[in-house]
């Protein structure tokens, strides 16, 4: 069918906006009967897979190795699967799964799985009296639906588990475990004129959580 420039404007720049592509660029063609003329689109995509490892050191925790890595489209076309690790006294791991909106399907999906260890010090002047690790697991999964080109919703349920550890301490400092959850709810609406760099327009993000009690 026939396309105006606004309409061709309009779609490459939602291409583009979708993130899964480097460089959107596009040329007319004349057709066979040169009554009329083809657009051709080329995408690149933007699928570059990222890792990197790195060494962190303060007084304090002293010697940590860090590691990361970035993993596109291998599991689902337009997935990220993202992990960064800390290696050292203070443990830190911390995995996301992205499942992004594809041209074909209008939903997202984020899943991601936390654990981080630390140290903890308790001191009566500058005497060290007491150590401790605590130990916070976390997991989360968040489901969203494009509406239309400007808005959105999308759920989302959360849960931590967390408990110590003692290392040294008077008999009175005792061990603990406790669990905590949340559910929440978000609608986006925006009128920018452009998904890419807009001129006008504004945004709108409504939210509500309802939490554990204990919280």
């Known amino acids: 069918g026939w396309v105006t420039p606004a309409q061709l404007e309009d779609a490459l720049a939602r291409l583009y906006g979708s993130g899964h592509f ?3 660029t596009y040329a007319i063609v004349p057709n066979d009967t040169g009554a009329s003329s083809d657009i051709v689109v080329d995408v690149t995509p933007r699928n570059e ?10 007084s304090e925790r002293q010697a940590a190795l860090l590691f990361s890595a970035a993993l596109h489209d291998r599991l689902h076309y337009g997935s990220t699967a993202q992990l960064d690790v800390r ?7 911390d995995a996301r799964y992205v499942f992004d909106e594809t041209p ?3 939903a997202e999906r984020r899943f991601r799985a936390t654990y981080v260890r630390t140290p903890l010090r308790l001191y009566d002047g500058d005497r060290g009296v007491a150590e401790e690790r605590l130990h916070v697991s976390g997991a989360s999964a968040t489901v969203g639906h494009t509406l239309s080109t400007s808005a959105a919703v999308a759920l989302e349920a959360k849960g931590e588990y967390a ?3 003692v290392v040294t301490a008077p008999a009175a ?3 603990r475990r406790q ?9 986006w609406v925006d009128s920018f004129d452009r998904t890419v760099f807009p001129t ?3 945004s709108l993000i409504a939210q509500s959580e309802v939490a554990d009690r204990r919280i």
């Open 49 to 58: 897979d990222a890792f990197g490892v790195g060494l962190r050191y303060d």
């Open 87 to 93: 290696l050292g006294e203070q443990l830190q791991f």
């Open 163 to 165: 408990y110590n550890t």
């Open 200 to 202: 006008r327009g504004g």
């Open 179 to 187: 669990a905590y959850w949340t559910l929440g709810a978000q609608l």
């Open 104 to 106: 074909t399907l209008h």
């Open 22 to 24: 480097e460089r959107v």
């Open 173 to 175: 400092l005792a061990e």
